[in-house]
């Protein structure tokens, strides 16, 4: 696979990734507080006598009712971590992915998390860019790195530049919206995604499955992004509403 000797492209992911989990993870606590008032300690002497009766079995069923929403929790909580830290490199000899995690934390989640992989240009046999089982839209396509025995994946249109990770992903015009876009207008959409585009500005060959022009439909990403960003706020104000309702119900009944 030819290259011209580019400069070194760090990528990194979206900071509007991190809204959602920000939001679920500032809401968790205050569900969690109201979840433990109403279950454990609504009616104190009931609970002391809990307590008395069988301490081990009241602790380790508390655990585990407790156990029960956490694990979700933590799970966001890595993907969160890992949305901050992750870095693709991409430069004249081949790509790297970084996680930036513990080898024990790399790769725990299949399709979200990665363990630290790196390429050379070389080694690599063919890319592919195929969609995503349940594919809407180009942030969710996937382009396959094979390797003889090895292969790797990423989702191309999620990294950005670090200096403009506030900006849309990609922006589709108006004109340029295909339902069923054929390989070359695939190609030609996804220029604006700076993994795609370096590919494309070396030289390295890019193969697109046929599958996309019939299973990706393309929507204006930037009225997608306009809709996210709304209901992010209207979710973030209904939470503080909950959150205001929770405290004024355990400190005033």
């Not at 909580?77 to 430069?91: G, M, P, S, V």
């Not at 399709?111 to 942030?139: C, N, Q």
């Not at 960003?229 to 009944?253: D, E, P």
Request: charged share 20%.
């Amino acid at each position: 696979m030819s290259t011209h000797s580019p400069e070194s492209l760090v990528l990194c992911k979206s900071k509007k990734q991190q809204r959602p989990f920000i939001l679920t993870l500032l809401v968790f606590p205050i569900l969690l507080l109201f979840a433990l008032y109403i279950g454990l300690v609504d009616d104190w002497p009931a609970l002391w006598q809990k307590i008395q009766a069988d301490l081990l079995l009241f602790v380790l069923i508390t655990l585990l009712i407790l156990m029960i929403p956490l694990l979700p929790v933590l799970m966001l909580f890595y993907q969160y971590q890992l949305l901050k830290r992750e870095k693709l490199i991409l430069d004249a000899d081949g790509i790297r992915y970084q996680s930036h995690l513990p080898t024990f934390l790399q790769g725990l989640l299949p399709m979200i998390s990665y363990r630290d992989w790196s390429a050379k240009w070389s080694e690599i046999t063919a890319i592919y860019l195929k969609p995503y089982r349940i594919a809407r839209g180009p942030f969710l396509l996937i382009l396959g790195f094979h390797l003889g025995l090895r292969y790797h994946e990423l989702f191309p249109c999620q990294w950005v530049n670090p200096d403009a990770d506030d900006g849309p992903l990609i922006k589709l015009p108006r004109e340029e919206q295909w339902y069923s876009p054929t390989p070359e207008q695939v190609k030609t959409a996804l220029q604006r995604c700076p993994v795609i585009k370096f590919l494309t500005e070396r030289g390295i060959e890019l193969e697109i499955d046929p599958k996309v022009s019939l299973k990706t439909p393309f929507y204006q990403f930037d009225s997608n992004q306009e809709m996210t960003q709304k209901t992010l706020k209207i979710l973030g104000l209904l939470a503080l509403l909950l959150g205001a309702g929770v405290l004024y119900w355990m400190f005033y009944f």
